[in-house]
């Protein structure tokens, strides 16, 4: 069985943080050996090994890699690679999941492994847009969702990470925030959408 520390789940002032602004930035809760399995599993997955076949790959991101795209997008890869899934369904997303979401269940409705290949900054490409990943989930009748965001490298403020806006309850289903491949060059635009 898969143990982790349980120091490292959400405290009291992680769960108020969270309840206020939508999201919660943990320590590092995956140790380097897990860190290294995963990227292991996604050099399997890129190469082309699959442990387990998806019944029906329409719709979904399942992009391969090309040297003009300079984002790679493939959707639901912990359900076709073990190692992936060794990270994607580690008990301390779950319970993490259960505590911010106050919780008994919770279940995993999707996941996305993303490269960005190093661009000019100047080229405005590989660059994830500005959106809300509920956008993308139309059919989903709940709001009761989170991501979890996990880099499986150090990221830099130079080399870009992730950014976060407040939440707010209004954007959670809104379509005109689906700008997942859209560079917005104007920020004020995208700031009038999510307010
Ligand atoms: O890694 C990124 O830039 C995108 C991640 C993302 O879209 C998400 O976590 O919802």
């Known amino acids: 069985m898969t ?19 939508g999201w919660y930035c943990s320590d590092a809760v995956f140790s380097d050996k897990e860190i290294k399995t995963a990227l292991q599993g996604m050099e399997e997955f890129y190469s082309g090994k699959r442990d ?14 090309n040297d003009k795209q300079k984002i790679r997008n493939n959707e639901f890869v912990t359900l076709q ?12 997303i ?3 999941a259960q505590i911010l979401m106050d919780c008994k269940a919770i279940r995993l409705f999707s996941d996305s492994l993303i490269s960005k290949y190093p661009v000019p900054t100047s080229k405005n490409q590989g660059i994830v847009g500005w959106h809300s990943d509920k956008a993308y989930w139309p059919t989903c009748s709940s709001n009761n969702l989170l991501t979890f965001w996990i880099p499986l ?6 080399m870009g990470t992730c950014s976060l806006y407040k939440w707010q309850s209004s954007m959670a289903s809104k ?7 859209i560079q917005l060059t104007k920020p004020r635009r995208h700031e009038a959408i999510f307010k």
Request: glycine share 4%; net charge negative.
């Open 81 to 92: 690679n073990n190692n992936l899934k060794q990270i994607g369904w580690h008990p301390v």
């Open 3 to 21: 143990t982790f520390n349980e120091s490292l789940l959400p405290n009291e002032s992680d769960i108020s943080h969270f309840k206020e602004y």
């Open 153 to 158: 490298q150090d990221c830099t403020i130079e």
């Open 175 to 181: 379509r005109a925030t689906a700008f997942f491949l």
């Open 94 to 96: 779950k319970q993490t």
């Open 52 to 65: 387990n076949k998806l019944a029906n790959t329409l719709g979904i991101a399942n992009d391969t890699h």
